[in-house]
């Protein structure tokens, strides 16, 4: 079971069913390596954040299997960390609180105060947020909250890393900006992401595979290769000739399936 094969999340035909009967996701089967980043397209209601909830633990009722390196994903303590479409910061606390009281939760018996508050401090800085510390949720703007959701991400060192749609509220360039500082973190402390997003470009430029789900729950996903494009510096990805076949394939999928 400890073969490399094995190594990462293995999502293991699953399927989500709500009460109603409804298919909310129809079944799904990668492998994401560890420290492996994938993202994951399709049109609205096909069942992106309920593959993300099904994997945060949110959702217990699902068919299917999911695995981490080999064993049950439910069986291990393992930690996950979850960027929701709505951001989850707790509006009664200060940004800085809100990653400090994730951090708690984490880990309990973690770092001392000094450590974590330097650490802390290492993420509001590198979000480029750190004036922002001492203010409440809901007098930040979309962007701003979503840079505080995915500094306190990264903050607790997750093992696996699962993000909905987190740039969605940003303009082009900061949501550019972002994408960037967002590849440099992942690549500087390696976690196994998944990343929603509704964005084709976005899609390319962060994912090492690209997992497009239908808009027929009984057709299976499209999993596309996007290793040539992953591989470039990423300032040069969106010039690449690689960048533009990779649409071009997306883009047909979509069409046959969305
Ligand atoms: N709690 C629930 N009870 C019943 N059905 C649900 C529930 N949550 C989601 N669904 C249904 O499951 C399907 C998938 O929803 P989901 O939110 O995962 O889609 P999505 O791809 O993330 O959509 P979007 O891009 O609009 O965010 C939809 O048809 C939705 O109506």
Not at 195 to 207: K, N, P, Q, R, W
Request: aromatic fraction near 6%.
């Amino acid at each position: 079971m400890s073969s490399s094969r094995n190594n990462g999340l293995c999502v293991k035909e699953l399927e989500v069913e709500y009460k109603s009967g409804e298919l909310a996701l129809g079944r799904v089967d990668f492998t994401l390596p560890e420290h492996g980043i994938y993202t994951i397209l399709g049109p609205s209601g096909s069942g992106k954040s309920t593959l993300l909830r099904a994997v945060s633990g949110l959702l217990l009722e699902f068919r299917g299997e999911l695995l981490f390196n080999g064993q049950s994903l439910r069986e291990q303590d393992i930690l996950i960390g979850l960027v929701p479409q709505n951001y989850g910061l707790l509006p009664w606390k200060t940004v800085k609180s809100n990653i400090r009281v994730a951090m708690k939760i984490a880990h309990p018996k973690g770092q001392d105060r000094r450590s974590q508050e330097a650490q802390i401090d290492r993420w509001l800085s590198a979000m480029g947020i750190q004036e922002l510390a001492d203010r409440y949720p809901l007098s930040l703007s979309g962007g701003q909250q979503q840079r505080v959701a995915i500094a306190r991400a990264f903050a607790i060192m997750p093992s696996i890393l699962l993000l909905d749609e987190p740039f969605s509220a940003l303009d082009a360039i900061t949501r550019e900006a972002l994408q960037q500082l967002f590849l440099e973190h992942w690549q500087a402390n390696p976690t196994t992401a998944l990343f929603v997003t509704h964005d084709v470009d976005e899609a390319i430029l962060l994912g090492q595979k690209i997992i497009v789900l239908p808009s027929n729950k009984r057709d299976a996903p499209e999993i596309i290769d996007n290793g040539t494009v992953f591989g470039l510096e990423h300032g040069e990805k969106r010039s690449s000739d690689a960048f533009f076949a990779q649409i071009k394939r997306i883009r047909k999928v979509m069409q046959a399936k969305w």
